[in-house]
């Protein structure tokens, strides 16, 4: 049976939950996640895991986490255990290369990935995304600058956008970010 580690704790964004394995990060939950959270994933991905609270086992990955959240940190240095099917994968790699204060368009990474078509499927991976922050899916927005859909709600998409300088700070009276 798979043990993994699981810690709670308070960020400049709310409070997360971040899910280790041996080899790395596994599951990252964001406040007022949508979704399946953590109950789904582990069904789909560690159905017969024992979670055990080891803060420990998770210090480098909070920390690197909690300097991100604070706007201290650029780049993660962490192993992952990314659970995810083949596209999902590529996906995801397209996703991380996506430098900190910069978006893509969920129709850019399609192309990328040579399925021009798979906007939708693109989305959906974008959405099952286990590891956000790390995995900045909040980075990838609709082709005419909308946010649309993250997992942690479009107001967390908007403020980490912000954070990163990627788009301008929003005015009362706008509705776009854009």
């Known amino acids: 049976m798979e043990t993994l580690s699981i810690s709670r704790f308070e960020s400049p964004i709310g409070p997360l939950r971040v899910v280790s394995s041996e080899k790395g990060l596994a599951f990252l939950e964001l406040p007022h996640q949508n979704g399946r959270g953590l109950a789904g994933w582990m069904k789909s991905h560690a159905p017969d895991a024992k979670l055990l609270d080891r803060r420990a086992s998770n210090d480098a990955v909070i920390d690197q986490i909690l300097e991100y959240t604070e706007a201290r940190r650029r780049v993660f ?12 994968r590529a996906v995801y790699a397209l996703v991380a290369k ?3 204060g910069q978006t893509l368009a969920y129709c850019d990474i399609a192309e990328a990935l040579g399925q021009p078509k798979a906007v939708r499927a693109v989305g959906a991976a974008n959405g099952a995304n286990p590891i956000p922050l790390v995995i900045p899916c909040h980075r990838v927005i609709a082709r005419g600058g909308a946010l649309q859909g993250y997992a942690g709600g479009l107001e ?7 954070m990163e300088g990627a788009v301008p700070v929003r005015e009362p009276a706008q509705e776009r970010l854009f």
């Open 156 to 162: 967390l998409k908007a403020r980490l956008l912000v």
């Open 77 to 88: 240095e962490i192993d992952l255990d990314l659970r995810a099917t083949p596209f999902q």
């Open 98 to 100: 996506i430098p900190y």
